[in-house]
């Protein structure tokens, strides 16, 4: 074979041998992509209500992705304690910490009760709490860790009214106003 030959064939060789690159490459991103989209996103969030004249608080686990989590650990540190009326042998403000290898869901949420009152909200001793929180995606076993710090003593809680046929939302003034305050003096 001549030159002309070999020039001609590495002129038509490169553009498919880049295409096939380009391909390759654009395929592995897509599927990144997607299983970023598909992946669980679990996280716990609070949830205060009053029924029947109990003053509640709960902590929800819920999985807000688009598959099944597997959740292998909860950290919360500080662990939660109560003001004192309330004995912590009548409930486990702390039992997602035990939680290991727990199956949960897309849009399962399990909750845990951490303080019950009378009229008093303030059960519960406020602090900056750290929440950790290690799964995995059952498909694909990537591990993903959720971590974040909650301050407690200025976090805008809603307070759930809540009768058994109807859920109304107020917001709670007095924490509202010292999450204002706290902002104002950063």
Same mark, same amino acid.
């Given at each position: 074979?001549?030159?002309?030959?070999?020039?001609?064939?590495?002129?038509?060789?490169?553009?498919?041998? &880049?295409?096939?690159?380009?391909?390759? !490459?654009?395929?592995? %991103?897509? #599927?990144?992509? +997607?299983?970023?989209? *598909?992946? @669980?996103?679990?996280?716990?969030?609070?949830?205060?209500?009053?029924?029947?004249?109990?003053?509640?608080?709960?902590?929800?686990?819920?999985?807000?992705?688009?598959?099944?989590?597997?959740?292998?650990?909860?950290?919360?540190?500080?662990?939660?304690?109560?003001? &004192?009326?309330?004995?912590?042998?009548? !409930?486990?403000?702390? %039992?997602? #910490?035990?939680? +290991?290898?727990?199956? *949960?869901? @897309?849009?399962?949420?399990?909750?845990?009760?951490?303080?019950?009152?009378?009229?008093?909200?303030?059960?519960?001793?406020?602090?900056?709490?750290?929440?950790?929180?290690?799964?995995?995606?059952?498909?694909?076993?990537?591990?993903?860790?959720?971590?974040?710090?909650?301050?407690?003593?200025?976090?805008?809680?809603?307070?759930?009214?809540?009768?058994?046929?109807?859920?109304?939302?107020?917001?709670?003034?007095?924490?509202?106003?010292?999450?204002?305050?706290?902002?104002?003096?950063?």
């Amino acid at each position: 074979m001549s030159i002309d030959n070999w020039i001609s064939i590495v002129g038509i060789a490169f553009p498919i041998i &880049g295409g096939m690159i380009t391909l390759m !490459f654009k395929s592995y %991103s897509d #599927s990144k992509k +997607k299983n970023e989209e *598909l992946r @669980p996103n679990v996280f716990i969030t609070y949830k205060r209500f009053r029924k029947n004249d109990f003053f509640r608080e709960i902590l929800v686990l819920k999985n807000y992705g688009k598959t099944t989590a597997q959740v292998k650990k909860i950290s919360i540190q500080p662990l939660f304690h109560n003001n &004192g009326n309330t004995s912590l042998s009548d !409930f486990n403000p702390n %039992s997602f #910490s035990s939680i +290991k290898d727990f199956p *949960l869901a @897309p849009g399962q949420e399990i909750q845990t009760l951490i303080g019950i009152s009378g009229a008093d909200d303030e059960l519960i001793i406020k602090e900056n709490r750290h929440f950790k929180i290690e799964y995995s995606n059952i498909f694909f076993k990537e591990t993903y860790i959720s971590e974040y710090e909650v301050d407690e003593t200025h976090f805008p809680i809603l307070n759930y009214l809540e009768n058994d046929d109807e859920i109304n939302v107020r917001l709670d003034t007095k924490q509202f106003s010292q999450l204002l305050s706290a902002t104002k003096d950063k």
